[in-house]
């Protein structure tokens, strides 16, 4: 048997790094690209340039970028980020000696564009800015004021523009909160007490509130020096959702004990009355040992404030995964998610999905066999006339031709199919997080 077969998923098929960086002009569209839609769609990946890597979060940061306007596709760029770590997963314990120092990121989560910013996002260090053209600029400190690292799902509310995040550490402090203004100014850092080290991916925002989830998935430093991320399940440490005023402290955060479960990922978060509304995907355990891995399902979770109680309801039987909300109402209510229907062999999609948590029910545009997707952004059509009223924007890779697409599909019903494809002529492997970014209007 051929390495390739004994490689982990990460390593395999369309999960590999690409060897080279790309940029091309010349790219051919099928259907058509709508014209309100004006800016870049940039989505980051792990791309461990050098050939190894002990995990798949641990790639270097390649940011996959199209340049739309006019109803052209301008350019397609796959760049790599310029980090202090690139190349270096061939190092014997990269993990360890990424953790010392905040610059030593990797980019290779999310992108968003803030305050006139473009940043590439990891979960433990600092971010790097990057040019709209996908150049490295270098790692983003918020002008020598953050003094933990960044997670790769802050949150920007729409209503006052202010970017809300926090860092979690391996050592004291656990978690910390930041608040940034729309001008990009770093104005609060709170420290929010925790029992541990635990793995902290994302958090909730609504009107008034930020809503921390405290996780049974755990580090043991003890096995920071054996490779890969020392990450375990815990059956002990128990399961917590916190809710803080937005410009409040720790000592405002009240601990709701829910199920033990973990999460990558909610879909978004509101207000309604005295209860807390989170709609999420949950697996009901993550990384214990010896036991199979369990499918991520779409849960809605209702914090009673007033009763201190947490209601958990399962929604949908279909694994899905790469939730996300139009970003003008993130915080707000919503009534759809946008999500990638997961394969059940490896983290990638056969299909998008649009669920309608009124309603509750899903529609969705399937891949055709051997077509596989990631992440939908949502794009809003100019002069929106409702919340679903705009574009979904990914990538998609066929496996059949070795190439993959840029899709545009219709918000309204993307069961429908494209509207527009571009034609990138090249792999664009699996990967995390993105965003549109449209040009001021
Ligand atoms: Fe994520």
């Not at 479960?261 to 509101?270: G, K």
Request: charged content about 25%.
């Amino acid at each position: 048997m051929s390495d390739a077969i004994h490689a982990p998923f990460w390593l395999r098929d369309n999960f590999a790094p690409t060897p080279d960086e790309v940029s091309t002009s010349s790219l051919e569209v099928l259907g058509t690209i709508p014209t309100d839609l004006k800016g870049r769609y940039l989505r980051t990946g792990p791309n461990p340039i050098s050939g190894p890597s002990e995990h798949w979060f641990l790639g270097d940061g390649m940011i996959h970028g199209i340049e739309l306007a006019d109803g052209e596709a301008n350019w397609f760029k796959s760049k790599l980020i310029q980090t202090p770590m690139l190349g270096r997963p061939e190092e014997e314990n990269y993990f360890a000696k990424a953790m010392q120092s905040l610059e030593n990121g990797l980019g290779n989560t999310h992108v968003i564009g803030h305050a006139g910013k473009i940043l590439a996002l990891e979960e433990l260090h600092y971010p790097f800015e990057m040019t709209p053209e996908l150049e490295t600029v270098g790692a983003y400190d918020f002008g020598g004021k953050l003094a933990t690292g960044m997670t790769a799902h802050p949150k920007i509310c729409a209503r006052t523009g202010e970017l809300l995040f926090f860092a979690y550490g391996l050592m004291p402090p656990y978690l910390t909160y930041h608040r940034v203004s729309a001008e990009g100014k770093l104005v609060q850092s709170e420290v929010i007490e925790v029992g541990a080290a635990t793995m902290v991916h994302d958090f909730n925002i609504t009107e008034n509130h930020v809503i921390f989830m405290d996780l049974p998935v755990m580090f043991d430093l003890s096995k920071a020096d054996h490779g890969g991320i020392p990450l375990a399940w815990s059956d002990d440490y128990g399961a917590r959702l916190g809710v803080m005023p937005r410009e409040g402290s720790n000592a405002d955060v009240v601990w709701h004990e829910i199920d033990p479960c973990y999460l990558f990922h909610p879909v978004n978060a509101y207000e309604d009355g005295d209860d807390i509304v989170i709609d999420t995907c949950r697996f009901d355990h993550f990384m214990k040992p010896d036991v199979p891995p369990v499918p991520t399902l779409l849960t809605r979770w209702t914090i009673d404030t007033v009763a201190g109680k947490v209601d958990e309801k399962r929604l949908m039987d279909v694994p899905v995964e790469f939730l996300r909300v139009p970003d003008s109402i993130v915080g707000q209510k919503h009534q759809y998610g946008y999500m990638v229907h997961m394969r059940d062999d490896v983290p990638a999609g056969r299909g998008i999905v649009k669920y309608d948590f009124e309603a509750e029910k899903m529609t969705e545009f399937r891949l055709d066999e051997g077509e596989f997707c990631g992440e939908p952004v949502f794009a809003p059509r100019e002069n929106a006339a409702s919340e679903d009223d705009g574009y979904l924007l990914f990538y998609t890779y066929d496996e059949r031709t070795n190439t993959s697409d840029f899709v545009v599909l219709d918000a309204l019903e993307p069961e429908r199919g494209p509207i527009a494809r571009v034609k990138l002529g090249v792999r664009v492997p699996f990967g995390f997080h993105g965003s549109w970014i449209a040009d001021e209007r």
